[in-house]
């Protein structure tokens, strides 16, 4: 069914305090040498001695020991380093809060796509065979570029020894530029596998004189592994490798994505512990839901609003802005403000809050600057929002508020939510803004590509994934104007209302160098929006879960009982596969997990036969923590795998499953 390398572990559970070793079957193609390299490295990573031993074609003995002498049980961690570095990785990476909230989001709803797009203009020669030999010397050099993500046990980064990154090259009219935009924007990647960013070059129609228009080329990366900072950095080591033949001199560049995960692990919290714990971070003001008047369901997909101050616009901001010792981001952040207290129908003094992103290329970390990876988080700005506050006072706020950020960028969100007494899987906010600023490519790089009769403009964001129900972008064009741009989640914001709340935005920056009077209030401001509809923006909706336990195969009346445990982000398919394919007696049921080790079901659901719990990658770990915390007795055996495409997961699975099979003969 599939070629994923993806293997199974098959554990019989022991109890807590079990003895000094316990035993499990690694199922799936792994070389002897393979396996001793991943026993070594689990070892290394584990306070665990971790042994193979080959048992027949495809199978390999574990032997866990714990290596300080405690109870051999290992935990999901174990088990899941074993499954990835068996599966192909190199390494694996622990990834912030943030950024395991992006792959989350990425595996448990994969039709969303998930991806960030860029585009250019290439005027000149295109040496396609170079153009792919570039890209592929870049991948060598840079790790992010040969990393997947797993998310067996807690989602992280799998590195690989290489990647193959994918170079399309379409001769003008094989498609429309706006279709091919949106039919890469739908093709996603497959998270589980290296090489998460693709090229496209379109050519340009012909010219008289037997010229072409410019080459537009289209770049689509996973938004959980890049951002569009990284993206420029890269794009800088591409032209390099292109004036140079196509390829990069040196090794892997260093620091990388592993350096700033070690250097993040040894930072010292207690300062970012206490300033967050002197924050006030209310729940975000939302506008009121609409109520139920029978219309049809919102629309589906990612929906894009554009807006711009035009040059002359952008440099008055810009200097009432510095007049009153701020920046152009800090009026902004306070005019979002502004908008979240009106949507919200407040009165009187009220905290406001809303994420601000910061790339973190800022921290205290010698090449941080230089890392073409996600470091950085959206952190939670509050300011009070009062209408007979000076305008010059919110502003201030706004831009005191953002330098205690810039401070603490690095700090994960989820250890935010925990500092401010917020439930650790709970949204911090609804809305975000990100000021990026334009990054120039190098004129001596530019001037090698000139010599080569190769010209290139600044890359621009066409399409992102907004990530939070609205999110709203901003930065510089290249004639000084500020462009702004809403992208919204269309569950959550309707075009028409995300039009008008852009409209708003924009009328409001327009307005403040107006107010130059230094006892300007903030109700002044508000004033001009009167008579306007307030837009509605809705959190995001429930994740439906459906039913707790479904018999999908009835089996014989004495025979075994397998359950799938379904979790989010198992793959899709994997279980509908193993269904079809597998040809034994057993009775098969889905069973939702819960919670992380949940009992309570079990006892229900076995017959006369054993009871063998099953998951593919985060159901494989239910399946171990709920087998962990039944009754000794209740569970006879478990069947994890790792993370693949769903093919590929019931591939594992049915060999486990034969491996349980076997062991009762």
């Known amino acids: 069914m599939s070629d994923d390398p993806v293997l199974a572990v098959v554990f019989a559970p022991v109890p807590a305090a079990s003895g000094p070793s316990v035993e499990a079957e690694l199922c799936g193609p792994l070389g002897p040498g393979r396996a001793e390299s991943v026993a070594a490295r689990v070892t290394q990573r584990h306070a665990y001695t971790v042994t193979v031993a080959a048992s027949g074609t495809g199978r390999h003995t574990l032997r866990v020991e714990h290596a300080r002498g405690g109870p051999a049980r290992p935990g999901p961690a174990v088990l899941a380093d074993v499954l990835a570095l068996a599966g192909g990785a190199r390494d694996t990476v622990a990834v912030t809060g943030h950024q395991q909230d992006l792959i989350r989001a990425a595996v448990e709803e994969p039709a969303g796509g998930h991806v960030g797009q860029v585009a250019w203009n290439w005027t000149g020669p295109v040496d ?10 870049v991948a060598d050099r840079e790790t992010v570029l040969r990393a997947a993500f797993d998310w067996t046990h807690l989602p992280r980064l799998a590195l690989h020894e290489w990647a193959e990154i994918d170079v399309a090259h379409l001769a003008h009219g094989a498609v ?12 996603g990647f497959a998270p589980h596998r290296p090489g998460l960013l693709r090229v496209t070059l379109l050519e340009g129609p012909p010219r008289p004189g037997g010229t072409r228009a410019p080459t537009r080329v289209l770049l689509t990366h996973h938004r959980a592994l890049l951002d569009e900072r990284g993206v420029h950095l890269l794009l800088r080591e591409f032209y390099r490798a292109y004036v140079r033949g196509g390829t990069l001199p040196g090794r892997e560049r260093r620091p990388d994505v592993r350096d700033h995960a070690r250097w993040l692990a040894r930072q010292r919290t207690e300062g970012a512990r206490a300033y967050w714990a002197t924050v006030d971070v209310p729940p975000e003001t939302a506008a009121p839901e609409a109520p139920d008047d029978g219309s049809p369901a919102a629309a589906l997909g990612t929906g894009r609003v554009h807006r711009r101050l035009r040059p002359p616009q952008t440099t008055r901001l810009r200097t009432w802005a510095a007049m009153r010792g ?19 129908g407040a009165v009187g003094p009220v905290p406001v809050s809303f994420g601000v992103h910061l790339s973190a290329r800022d921290i205290p970390m010698e090449g941080a600057a230089g890392i073409p990876g996600l470091l950085g988080n959206p952190l939670p700005m509050t300011v009070t929002v ?13 831009r005191d508020a953002a330098l205690d950020l810039a401070v603490h960028a690095w700090v994960p969100g989820d250890r935010v939510r925990v500092w401010t007494g917020r439930n650790p899987d709970a949204e911090l906010f609804e809305t975000g803004i990100v000021f990026d600023r334009r990054v120039e490519l190098p004129v001596a790089l530019l001037a090698e590509l000139r010599a080569q009769d190769v010209e290139v403009d600044a890359p621009r964001v066409i399409s992102a994934h907004p990530g939070l129900p609205l999110t709203l972008a901003a930065r510089h064009d290249a004639d000084g104007g500020l462009s702004l741009t809403v992208r919204y989640d269309r569950r959550c914001l309707g075009d028409v209302d995300a039009s ?10 327009r307005s403040l160098p107006d107010h130059r009077d230094p006892q300007s209030a903030v109700g002044d401001l508000l004033e001009l929006l009167r008579g306007s509809e307030v837009p509605r923006v809705l959190p995001r909706p429930p994740v439906p879960e459906g039913p707790d336990a479904t018999v ?35 009775r098969i049921v889905s069973l939702r ?15 006369a036969g054993r009871l063998v719990l099953c998951g593919a ?14 009754p000794e007795g209740t569970v006879a055996a478990v069947v994890m795998t790792g993370v693949g495409s769903g093919p590929g997961c019931a591939v594992a699975l049915a060999a486990g499953l034969e491996s349980v099979r076997a062991g009762s003969r």
Do not use: K, N
């Open 593 to 607: 997990a819960a919670r992380p080790g949940e009992p309570s079901a079990l006892p229900g659901l076995s017959g």
């Open 176 to 187: 429309s530029w706006s279709d091919l935009i949106e039919r890469d924007r739908l093709r």
């Open 500 to 509: 008008a709340l852009l409209s708003h935005c924009v009328r409001l920056l």
């Open 386 to 398: 009062d209408p007979a506050e000076p305008v010059a006072g919110l502003l201030g706020q706004a």
């Open 552 to 586: 999908l195969r009835a089996g014989g009346p004495s025979a075994d009982t397998i359950v799938l445990v379904r979790v989010p982000g198992v793959p899709a398919g994997a279980y509908e596969a193993l269904v079809r394919h597998h040809r034994g007696p057993e």
């Open 326 to 344: 701020a920046g152009e981001s800090s009026a902004l952040h306070a005019v979002w403000a502004l908008l979240l207290y009106r949507a919200g």
């Open 128 to 137: 396609l065979a170079r153009f792919t030999a570039a890209w592929l010397s």
């Open 617 to 630: 990658g985060p159901g494989g770990v239910a399946a171990y923590e709920m087998a962990c915390a039944a």
